[in-house]
């Protein structure tokens, strides 16, 4: 599986949007991202996923370039909920069980 | 949690010791997996589980061994503790036929002493 970079920390204020940024520029044709979220001292949440289309659900939308090289996790309006750990991780998605390989991913400092 | 439950939730142990700790799945999908984390590195996989009897090796699987008799239950066995084993546990279930369906247990918390 391709390898990830993130920033190591971030911070929102509180009601703006948090842009969380993932480079993957090794990322193959068949390889998705995804993006978990681990709040403190929880399993690890699982956010949204694309491959090469822009996606969006109730949690947040993932904008994937055209060159899919790297994207973006947006989170439209932070609360100090969404304060957390975000990983991005890209796979192969089929049925041999490939696991999640976890980087260091992004901690986002959501403030009042 | 989803289906997904671990047990127990903090144990404090003995060097030397043998220590089992379980994850239960109520909704009996096929992949199951254990990770842990620790400060510094992340989540890390240990063993993971294709089906009953079905097992193989994650990233740091030295000191550790996994069984799974059954489908809903996958152990993690520590078979002698040490310090450096000290972490969380998390658990983690793939949901068949989804491609992005992996759920995490609550996690438990080991001290070895």
């Known amino acids: 599986d391709a390898k990830t970079t993130q920033p190591p920390s971030m911070d929102c204020a509180e009601g703006r949007a948090a842009n969380l940024p993932c480079n993957h520029s090794?990322?193959?044709?068949?390889?998705?991202v995804y993006w978990y979220r681990q709040i403190h001292s929880q399993g690890p949440q699982y956010i949204i996923h694309g491959l090469k289309n822009n996606e969006t659900n109730e949690m947040a939308s993932l904008i994937i370039t055209e060159d899919r090289k790297s994207s973006t996790l947006i989170l439209p309006h932070a609360t100090l909920r969404d304060t957390a750990v975000y990983y991005c991780?890209?796979?192969?998605?089929?049925?041999?069980?490939?696991?999640?390989?976890f980087g260091g991913g992004t901690r986002l400092m959501v403030k009042p | 949690d989803a289906g997904i439950t671990q047990s127990p939730r903090h144990k404090v142990t003995e060097t030397g010791t043998p220590v089992t700790l379980r994850c239960h799945q109520t909704?009996?999908?096929?992949?199951m997996y254990w990770y842990r984390q620790d400060p510094g590195h992340g989540l890390r996989l240990i063993h993971y589980s294709y089906g009953v009897k079905d097992t193989d090796k994650g990233e740091v699987s030295d000191g550790y061994s996994v069984s799974r008799s059954k489908t809903e239950d996958f152990l993690l066995t520590l078979e002698s503790a040490t310090s450096s084993q000290t972490s969380v546990y998390f658990c983690?279930?793939?949901?068949?036929?989804?491609?992005?369906?992996?759920?995490f247990g609550s996690g438990t918390r080991l001290t070895v002493v």
């Open positions: 991780i890209v796979r192969v998605d089929n049925n041999a069980g490939n696991m999640l390989t």
């Open positions: 909704e009996n999908h096929r992949y």
């Open positions: 983690a279930i793939r949901r068949d036929n989804t491609n992005y369906g992996y759920t």
């Open positions: 090794t990322i193959s044709g068949n390889e998705y």
